[in-house]
């Protein structure tokens, strides 16, 4: 079907004050209006697709802000709200005393016909999760999947709305999702628990899910998926690529894990003995990357493009788009596989050279102590277009400043630190480095060994054994074997030579 546009516009300009919504109706292209911002003490501004206009000299008051939010419905913990039976969103800027001093108000429309381009797969009953940029549609695809599955092919549609973008603002739930049916969430920490209620109390065949951004969230998706209902879905990235370096969200395709050989397996194969290796079978069967309004990129076997990416081939990938007659156009990019090509979106795990690494709300000095421990040389940059991987911790990921969407719009990887920890630094050290050099490799397997050796000298007589020097993460392993063994240990001597000497209690 053709694509056919409801904006309600009028609903959103009746909320705004007179002075500021009668200069907006001026505007020629009113019709393409993204947003309207308003910051105490600032003048209002509207955003189009091409430019911003200020829509009144006079800065907005605090009675500008209350006669706004008069209006609407009332805010969530995400400082969202919106218009009943209208899919606007008002988001709210806070201070510290908790009042409101900005206000996102941001135009949203229903689209109608804007999945042809997938309209296929989202009718095959395989499970779909959609990817891109903020503002390249994700949502309002999402929308009219949920439409056209429960009107056209008659299937039961749970929506799952957590700040009510799918479906609008009000118990009611907005024309465009035909007749699927919608569950609201009252607050975002309980989306994951709302996603389960859906499956158990209402048997749906399908549920439609919005920003999938946490762990117990790709959880809830990986149970539903194992209960044979179908999933179409968002989350958090640009590419397929992106959720394969953020571990937050890996399981949703498969989950990586690194996994050390035996020398023949690793001769067999041709390859070094750690290496990186799906953990299960994807949440997802479909991945597809949203390009452009009218443009996507898909992975057709989620499970097949994730192993040839961590054997450092490019997946096989369908790029889908619509010409000028509103024709669906397909080409097909088939894996390169001569020697020294390299293939499209290919991942930093993977590459020959060292990543380039931009840190964001990341301890850099536990990175780097941590980096030396493994004599690894990184390579940290001070600017978003020098880097090939950027990393941050998850409390910085779940608040979204500039920065992070700046790197999402460059469509850089991105690694999510659970927490600041050793632990988890030591976790990406080991997904950006999996494959150390063979003597390296030998040598952490020979300390574990040796204390492995040591602990059953003990255990047939001997009093107390001292362990060649290793490095501090080395030694951590070693109590940590000793530990298990009921045998006492301790670090002794100084740095480079100190060591573990393991002894009967």
Not at 84 to 100: D, G, W, Y
Not at 177 to 205: C, D, K, L, S, Y
Not at 263 to 272: I, L, M, P, V
Not at 387 to 407: C, E, G, H, M, N
Request: with cysteine.
């Amino acid at each position: 079907m053709p694509k056919v546009t409801t904006d309600d516009l009028d609903a959103l300009l009746d909320i705004l004050p007179p002075h500021i919504r009668q200069p907006l109706r001026q505007q020629k292209d009113i019709s393409e209006l993204l947003e309207v911002v308003l910051d105490l003490g600032r003048p209002p501004e509207a955003r189009f697709p091409q430019r911003e206009v200020v829509l009144n000299p006079k800065e907005v008051s605090e009675e500008d802000i209350e006669y706004v939010v008069a209006r609407i419905g009332s805010f969530g913990d995400d400082n969202r709200a919106g218009i009943e039976r209208t899919l606007h969103r008002i988001s709210a800027i806070r201070n510290r005393k908790e009042h409101i001093v900005g206000l996102t108000c941001r135009v949203g429309r229903a689209i109608l016909g804007t999945i042809k381009i997938i309209e296929d797969l989202v009718q095959s009953g395989k499970s779909v999760l959609l990817l891109g940029r903020p503002g390249v549609g994700k949502t309002t695809m999402l929308r009219e999947v949920a439409r056209v599955l429960a009107d056209d092919l008659k299937k039961r549609v749970i929506i799952v709305d957590t700040s009510n973008e799918i479906a609008g603002d009000g118990d009611i739930p907005h024309p465009a999702i035909g007749h699927a049916r919608r569950m609201q969430v009252t607050t975002p920490a309980r989306q994951h628990a709302v996603m389960i209620e859906a499956v158990e109390n209402h048997m749906p065949e399908v549920i439609v899910i919005d920003e999938i951004g946490t762990e117990l969230e790709a959880q809830a998706a990986r149970t539903i998926a194992e209960r044979g209902v179908q999933l179409v879905g968002t989350a958090h990235g640009n590419t397929l690529e992106n959720l394969m370096v953020n571990p937050t969200l890996s399981d949703l395709i498969g989950g990586i894990q690194t996994v050390t050989l035996g020398d023949e397996e690793a001769k067999r194969r041709g390859t070094q003995k750690s290496i990186l290796e799906r953990m299960s079978p994807p949440t997802f069967d479909i991945v597809v990357e949203i390009q452009d309004w009218d443009k996507v990129a898909i992975r057709p076997d989620v499970g097949e493009a994730v192993d040839a990416t961590l054997r450092g081939q490019p997946p096989a990938t369908e790029v889908r788009w619509l010409d000028d007659k509103g024709e669906v156009k397909i080409e097909r990019e088939a894996p390169v596989t001569t020697a020294g090509k390299t293939g499209r979106g290919k991942p930093p795990v993977k590459e020959d050279k060292p990543p380039k690494l931009y840190l964001f709300g990341v301890n850099r000095g536990r990175l780097e102590q941590l980096a030396k421990e493994r004599r690894l040389n990184l390579e940290l940059v001070n600017r978003l277009d020098n880097a090939t991987l950027f990393v941050t911790s998850k409390s910085y990921y779940r608040r979204k400043p500039q920065i992070i969407r700046d790197a999402e719009a460059l469509s850089l990887p991105i690694y999510v630190l659970k927490s600041n920890t050793p632990p988890q630094i030591r976790q990406l050290l080991n997904t950006i480095y999996p494959a150390e050099d063979t003597n390296k490799a030998d040598g952490f397997q020979q300390a574990l060994v040796e204390a492995e050796e040591a602990i059953i000298k003990i255990k047939s007589g001997q009093e107390t054994i001292e362990l060649s020097p290793q490095s501090r993460y080395i030694r951590r392993l070693q109590h940590l074997i000793a530990q298990r063994s009921d045998l006492l240990s301790q670090s002794t001597g100084k740095e480079p030579q100190r060591r573990v000497r393991i002894y009967r209690g």
